[in-house]
């Protein structure tokens, strides 16, 4: 791995052209599946899309091979398509492309997002867990990510973490970046709001959603009170 130092930060030329105090869209929710669902999980999802805006839905399904997943991906991935909110796979570039996905997230032990980019071609989304380093996010931008996620923000039952991000990251990210930063671990409609001041482009978010005690409509309606919904027409 390349190690930057700070004039190499401040200088290079790919991130220098990506460099634009120009206009940045308010921050949207990019919603994850629970680890695990059964056939009734549409619904659910269609009542999440009820409550607002859901820019990306991400299928994160822990623990099933490939086939299992493409299976449930089917009725998912056509509601998606329905209510023009982008369908992401989670972990694998194979399987995104084999589904015809609109894009994939990658962890970094989830394989080279340079061959992922061949793979998938220019219009396919990718997305890059980075943590909480600057470093990582760097990288991926460099190998032509599409979005870098931080985090865990805050304590999440959803994923054992081992990196904890702090928001000040999203801050510097989005003042030397155009490509856009998802804030990910533990987000809810109260503890929201800084991550949003920070300059988060998107929050993702599982649990607050699925275990609100109203349900999936009223998890993802909560965010209204921090999400600029009235204001994107
Ligand atoms: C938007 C987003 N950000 C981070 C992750 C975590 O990805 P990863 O580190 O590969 O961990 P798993 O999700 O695979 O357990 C994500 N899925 N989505
Ligand atoms: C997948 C993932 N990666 C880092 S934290 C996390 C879990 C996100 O779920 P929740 O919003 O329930 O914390
Ligand atoms: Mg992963």
């Known amino acids: 791995m390349t190690d930057f130092t700070d004039e190499e930060l401040a200088l290079d030329p790919h991130f220098a052209d990506q460099f634009e105090q120009g206009f940045r869209p308010a921050c949207q929710l990019?919603?994850?599946?629970?680890?695990?669902?059964?056939?009734t999980f549409v619904d659910a999802l269609a009542a999440a899309f009820d409550g607002g805006k859901v820019a990306a839905f991400q299928?994160?399904?822990?623990?099933?091979d490939e086939e299992a997943i493409a299976q449930a991906a089917a009725p998912l991935q056509k509601l998606c398509a329905d209510r023009d909110v982008a369908f992401i796979i989670n972990d694998s570039a194979a399987l995104a492309h084999r589904l015809g996905a609109?894009?994939?997230?990658?962890?970094?032990?989830?394989?080279?997002p340079k061959a992922a980019r061949r793979l998938l071609g220019p219009k396919v989304q990718i997305g890059i867990t980075c943590h909480d380093s600057r470093?990582?996010?760097?990288?991926?931008?460099?190998?032509g990510a599409d979005y870098v996620a931080f985090g865990a923000f805050y304590p999440t039952t959803t994923k054992e973490t081992t990196h904890q991000a702090d928001p000040s990251i999203l801050g510097w990210w989005t003042t030397l970046f155009e490509l856009p930063c998802v804030a990910i671990g533990g987000i809810n409609a109260d503890n929201a709001a800084p991550l949003v001041a920070a300059g988060a482009d998107f929050l993702a978010v599982s649990g607050a959603?699925?275990?609100h005690p109203e349900g999936p409509k009223a998890g993802v309606a909560a965010f209204a009170a921090v999400l600029d919904w009235e204001n994107e027409g």
């Open 30 to 39: 990019y919603l994850i599946s629970p680890p695990t669902i059964d056939e």
């Open 59 to 64: 299928l994160r399904l822990k623990g099933l």
């Open 102 to 112: 609109d894009g994939v997230h990658l962890g970094q032990g989830d394989g080279d």
């Open 135 to 143: 470093h990582m996010a760097m990288e991926a931008g460099e190998a």
């Open 209 to 211: 959603v699925w275990n």
